[in-house]
């Protein structure tokens, strides 16, 4: 089943690859919209890291997420959404690129804290070394001050969910940075309410998923953890 989800992803990835823009989409009116947050930077990568690998990795996982789950989603079921603003309410599931480069505004930090208070899961990626780690740790203080990020451990059922994950370090050949880490931050309920996948790029995994860029096992690895995380944010 998760080859042939694979090959179907290539075909369909093949079929949207073209110039590189950041354009808004309008998802259809599916269960799950992946949310894709724009949040204030320090330019760091930029201005640009937020948007790194959109829109190909959330098509790629989407389209994996309708074929091996019940989950009523199609491939584009997608959107950028602004921090900022209200529409961050609207979607439980919230997937950060780059957050070394975040520098959030205060009405930011305040929707943050908001939106993990309201419920909401935040899947934070793509970023590596200490300088990253210590610029996320800051932000998240702003609207935490009173929680930690803590590392977790395979045999946290976050990482048998669905599928099960046998080794958490099987990416770490194919992405830059230092030891890979997945950190947690829990809410008051102690619930995993953000992951951190820290000198790691899962996103890479997904958007490159039809270009053979990885071997099939860390490729499909990092499909399963996403959809482990997404169905984690839909029953806790």
């Known amino acids: 089943m998760l080859i042939v989800s694979l090959l179907s992803s290539l075909a369909y990835g093949q079929r949207f690859r073209g110039r590189y823009t950041i354009e808004q989409n309008d998802p259809p009116a599916t269960e799950f919209i992946a949310a894709r947050w724009h949040f204030g930077t320090n330019g760091l990568i930029g201005h640009m890291g937020w948007s790194h690998n959109y829109p190909y990795s959330e098509l790629h996982l989407n389209e994996f997420v309708a074929q091996t789950t019940r989950i009523d989603v199609q ?67 702003r609207a935490f001050p009173d929680r930690t990020l803590f590392p977790l451990t395979i045999d946290h059922p976050i990482f048998d969910l669905i599928f099960e994950l046998q080794d958490l370090y099987g990416m770490a050949p194919y992405v830059p940075g230092g030891s890979l880490t997945y950190y947690g931050m829990l809410n008051d309920r102690g619930e995993i309410v953000i992951v951190a996948c820290h000198n790691n790029d899962l996103a890479n995994f997904w958007d490159r998923i039809d270009q053979g860029s990885y071997p099939l096992r860390p490729s499909t690895d990092a499909f399963r953890m996403g959809i482990n995380y997404l169905v984690y944010s839909m029953t806790h």
């Open 75 to 141: 491939s584009r079921s997608y959107r950028i959404v602004e921090l900022g603003t209200d529409d961050v309410f609207d979607h439980p599931f919230t997937y950060v690129s780059e957050p070394g480069e975040m520098e959030l505004t205060d009405q930011e930090v305040e929707n943050l804290r908001e939106y993990i208070d309201r419920g909401g899961f935040i899947l934070i990626d793509d970023f590596d070394g200490p300088r990253h780690l210590a610029q996320l740790r800051s932000q998240l203080w």
